[in-house]
Protein backbone atom coordinates (compact mmCIF):
# COMPACT_ATOMS: atom_id res chain seq x y z
CA UNK A 1 0.00 0.00 0.00
CA UNK A 2 0.97 3.52 -0.70
CA UNK A 3 2.76 5.05 2.16
CA UNK A 4 2.89 8.77 3.17
CA UNK A 5 5.06 10.34 5.43
CA UNK A 6 5.24 13.84 6.66
CA UNK A 7 7.73 16.23 7.71
CA UNK A 8 8.98 19.95 7.84
CA UNK A 9 7.08 20.38 11.78
CA UNK A 10 9.00 21.99 14.62
CA UNK A 11 9.15 24.53 17.10
CA UNK A 12 8.42 28.44 15.27
CA UNK A 13 7.47 31.76 17.16
CA UNK A 14 4.20 33.53 16.19
CA UNK A 15 4.12 35.19 13.27
CA UNK A 16 6.94 32.93 11.80
CA UNK A 17 6.99 30.54 9.07
CA UNK A 18 6.92 26.49 8.61
CA UNK A 19 7.06 23.92 5.41
CA UNK A 20 5.57 21.10 5.38
CA UNK A 21 6.22 18.23 3.13
CA UNK A 22 4.11 15.05 2.19
CA UNK A 23 6.02 12.40 0.75
CA UNK A 24 4.63 9.54 -1.07
CA UNK A 25 6.41 6.21 -1.65
CA UNK A 26 4.67 6.08 -4.77
CA UNK A 27 4.09 8.33 -8.00
CA UNK A 28 0.59 8.80 -7.22
CA UNK A 29 0.06 12.54 -7.50
CA UNK A 30 -0.84 12.59 -10.76
CA UNK A 31 -3.91 10.56 -9.78
CA UNK A 32 -4.83 11.57 -6.28
CA UNK A 33 -5.87 14.48 -4.26
CA UNK A 34 -3.22 15.32 -1.70
CA UNK A 35 -5.19 17.50 1.45
CA UNK A 36 -3.57 18.41 4.91
CA UNK A 37 -5.55 18.13 8.44
CA UNK A 38 -4.58 19.27 11.90
CA UNK A 39 -5.41 17.98 15.42
CA UNK A 40 -5.14 20.45 18.30
CA UNK A 41 -4.99 18.67 21.68
CA UNK A 42 -8.49 18.42 23.07
CA UNK A 43 -10.32 19.57 19.46
CA UNK A 44 -11.47 17.55 16.55
CA UNK A 45 -9.45 16.85 13.32
CA UNK A 46 -10.25 19.76 11.01
CA UNK A 47 -9.53 19.82 7.26
CA UNK A 48 -7.15 22.68 6.20
CA UNK A 49 -6.00 22.38 2.42
CA UNK A 50 -6.48 20.22 -0.81
CA UNK A 51 -5.00 19.97 -4.18
CA UNK A 52 -7.17 17.96 -6.81
CA UNK A 53 -4.91 16.05 -8.51
CA UNK A 54 -7.36 16.31 -11.79
CA UNK A 55 -6.42 20.16 -12.68
CA UNK A 56 -4.37 21.34 -9.47
CA UNK A 57 -7.23 23.07 -8.52
CA UNK A 58 -6.73 24.21 -4.42
CA UNK A 59 -9.00 24.92 -1.39
CA UNK A 60 -8.59 26.16 1.50
CA UNK A 61 -10.23 26.60 5.31
CA UNK A 62 -11.18 30.15 6.04
CA UNK A 63 -8.97 29.98 8.78
CA UNK A 64 -5.60 29.39 6.64
CA UNK A 65 -6.35 30.99 3.59
CA UNK A 66 -3.71 33.75 2.31
CA UNK A 67 -1.48 32.43 5.08
CA UNK A 68 -1.32 29.04 3.78
CA UNK A 69 -0.17 28.05 0.52
CA UNK A 70 -0.70 24.03 -1.12
CA UNK A 71 1.61 23.17 -3.72
CA UNK A 72 2.54 20.00 -5.24
CA UNK A 73 5.36 17.84 -7.14
CA UNK A 74 4.18 15.49 -9.27
CA UNK A 75 7.54 14.37 -10.45
CA UNK A 76 9.07 14.07 -6.49
CA UNK A 77 5.88 12.88 -5.89
CA UNK A 78 5.50 14.86 -3.20
CA UNK A 79 3.15 17.66 -1.78
CA UNK A 80 4.08 20.83 0.68
CA UNK A 81 2.26 22.98 2.53
CA UNK A 82 3.54 26.79 3.26
CA UNK A 83 2.43 27.97 6.36
CA UNK A 84 3.19 32.00 7.10
CA UNK A 85 1.82 34.48 9.91
CA UNK A 86 1.57 31.24 12.04
CA UNK A 87 -0.85 31.94 15.15
CA UNK A 88 -0.98 30.10 18.21
CA UNK A 89 -3.90 28.56 17.38
CA UNK A 90 -2.28 26.62 14.29
CA UNK A 91 -0.46 24.85 17.20
CA UNK A 92 -1.03 20.51 16.20
CA UNK A 93 -0.57 17.59 14.63
CA UNK A 94 -0.74 17.91 10.96
CA UNK A 95 -1.46 15.13 8.55
CA UNK A 96 -1.67 14.50 4.78
CA UNK A 97 -4.25 12.42 3.80
CA UNK A 98 -4.98 11.12 0.31
CA UNK A 99 -7.89 10.12 -2.11
CA UNK A 100 -7.96 9.49 -6.05
CA UNK A 101 -9.06 12.32 -7.59
CA UNK A 102 -10.51 15.35 -7.00
CA UNK A 103 -10.63 16.84 -3.65
CA UNK A 104 -13.08 16.37 -1.52
CA UNK A 105 -14.24 19.20 0.06
CA UNK A 106 -17.39 20.72 1.65
CA UNK A 107 -17.24 24.69 1.70
CA UNK A 108 -13.60 24.52 0.81
CA UNK A 109 -12.74 22.54 3.59
CA UNK A 110 -11.01 18.85 2.99
CA UNK A 111 -13.99 16.28 5.04
CA UNK A 112 -11.46 13.11 6.29
CA UNK A 113 -13.79 10.64 5.97
CA UNK A 114 -13.56 10.88 1.80
CA UNK A 115 -9.63 10.11 1.98
CA UNK A 116 -8.14 6.50 2.43
CA UNK A 117 -4.05 7.39 2.76
CA UNK A 118 -2.99 8.90 5.71
CA UNK A 119 0.34 10.02 7.03
CA UNK A 120 1.48 9.76 10.17
CA UNK A 121 1.57 13.54 11.10
CA UNK A 122 3.89 16.01 12.16
CA UNK A 123 4.01 18.22 15.12
CA UNK A 124 3.08 21.52 14.63
CA UNK A 125 4.05 24.44 18.07
CA UNK A 126 3.61 27.80 17.72
CA UNK A 127 4.66 29.78 20.66
CA UNK A 128 4.26 33.26 21.44
Known amino acids: QVQLVESGGGLVQSGGSLRLSCAAS????????IAWFRQAPGLEREGISC????????YYAHSVKGRFTITRDISKSTAFLEMNSLKLEDTGVYYC?????????????????????WGQGTQVTVSS
Open 97 to 117: AARQGRCANVGGVPIGVAYNL
Open 26 to 33: ESILDNYA
Open 51 to 58: VSSTDGST
